[in-house]
């Protein structure tokens, strides 16, 4: 069955890991601290010599999954490569994401494939969630929340300019070292690529979504009318001949927002419901 593996050029793994005849299977069954776990896909924590990696393993979709991703319009993720391609165009545009390590897949048929991809652990981070939380009892200065959306803005901008959507593009998944919590602002990371999709031209229903999840997952922060306006101006920077003052009132945002708000209004009616989210 064909097999393959790839490794980072800089990457610090022990020789003896390397030098296993059975690399692939040790790396798809080694025991770590679980971070997530869906049916076909795991998210695990490892030690090899003194660092600290992050194994995201993938098993066979299966092909209703397969079906039922295109019939409902969306793009079936089938292996670990939809996230080394991700990481690798972030790179490429200085967008700070998980350091890729290593990957792997077996097989040809995309509903059987079996695969990995290895990150470096960036050890201890706070999500901007975790921040949105922390300013409900303990409000920001104005000037690091805007630096802070200064930055989610320009990220947003310069992945959407050149047609890239995360597809998962909540403020969960950007982060920041903890160590790192007092500067203005922080260097922020972006995390799980799996599902991302780029498309040239880029695609503006792929953007819709994208903001609509971002607006939505950042609504109970406090937002106000300066934030937005910053937010717009810087998100715009990375786009060749538009003017954010123009930009602002295209049926791009108003839609933007209607997505965000029956999104909320869908989670606030789990919540309510006593669905732990």
């Given at each position: 069955?064909?097999?393959t ?13 390397l ?19 869906v ?49 690798q ?94 500067q ?9 690529l ?13 953007q ?26 810087y ?12 930009e ?26 006593g669905?732990?989210?």
């Amino acid at each position: 069955m064909k097999k393959t593996l790839n490794f980072a050029t800089d990457h610090e793994l022990p020789p003896d890991i390397l030098a296993r005849d059975d690399l692939f299977e040790y790396l798809m069954h080694i025991d770590g601290q679980v971070f997530r776990a869906v049916a076909t896909r795991q998210t695990l924590k490892v030690k090899f010599g003194q660092r600290y990696y992050f194994i995201k393993r993938h098993n066979g979709v299966g092909w209703l999954e397969i079906f039922k991703n295109w019939m409902s319009f969306k793009r079936p993720v089938v292996s670990a490569r939809n996230e080394v391609v991700a990481i690798q165009a972030l790179t490429d545009l200085n967008i700070p994401t998980t350091p890729y390590v290593a990957d792997g897949v077996q097989g040809c048929v995309p509903a059987n494939l079996r695969s990995f991809v290895m990150t470096e652990d960036l050890g201890d981070i706070v999500t901007l969630e975790d921040l949105a939380l922390l300013w409900q009892t303990q409000p920001p200065r104005l000037q690091y929340k805007r630096a802070l959306i200064r930055q989610v803005a320009e990220v947003a901008g310069r992945l959407h300019a050149h047609g890239i959507y995360h597809r998962d593009f909540y403020i969960c998944h950007f982060c920041f070292k903890r160590e790192e919590m007092a500067q203005v602002p922080p260097a922020l990371y972006v995390l799980d690529l799996h599902r991302v999709e780029i498309h040239t031209p880029p695609s503006a229903r792929m953007q819709i979504k994208d903001m609509a999840a971002l607006y939505f997952s950042a609504m109970d922060v406090g937002l106000s009318r300066g934030d937005w306006l910053t937010f717009l101006k810087y998100y715009y920077s990375a786009w060749p001949h538009c003017d954010w003052r123009v930009e602002r009132n295209s049926s791009v945002w108003q839609q933007v927002f209607a997505r965000a708000d029956k999104l909320y209004i869908k989670y606030q009616r789990k919540i309510s419901n006593g669905v732990v989210m």
